[in-house]
């Protein structure tokens, strides 16, 4: 297993950017293709993007595309999710997770806990 710990949520103004990371210990990072996932209350986890173990693959939600960008630096063992001209729609508790590149959350083996996103209009 992976642990993963996300951070830099907060609340801001649609039109403005945020910084998610992910942090990871306890397997060797740079083995994993890792992915970010987003919960909105009452609806279902949500796929947002997606990136192989070198960074040479990124997959991206249409909703998101063009917007956000995945990145990781290996040798930090850091994953990040820069988030760019937010919508309230965007609005969610964003997850870190380890271990697949597919849009199904059930794909992936370990998950932070969260880190909530909330977009104002």
């Known amino acids: 297993q992976v642990q993963l710990v996300e951070s830099g949520g907060g609340l801001v103004q649609a039109g403005d950017s945020l910084r998610l990371s992910c942090a990871a210990s306890?397997?060797?990072?740079?083995?994993?293709?890792m992915g970010w996932f987003r919960q909105a209350p009452g609806k279902e986890r949500e796929f947002v993007a997606s990136?192989?173990?070198?960074?040479?693959?990124?997959a991206y939600a249409d909703s998101v595309k063009g917007r956000f960008t995945i990145s990781r630096d290996n040798p930090k063992n850091t994953m990040s999710l820069q988030m760019n001209s937010l919508k309230p729609e965007d609005t969610a508790v964003y997850y870190c997770?380890?271990?697949?590149?597919?849009?199904?959350?059930?794909?992936?083996?370990?998950w932070g806990q969260g880190t909530q996103v909330t977009v104002s209009s």
């Open positions: 990136i192989n173990r070198s960074g040479s693959f990124i």
């Open positions: 997770a380890a271990g697949s590149l597919t849009t199904m959350p059930s794909a992936y083996r370990d």
């Open positions: 306890g397997r060797t990072f740079s083995t994993y293709s």
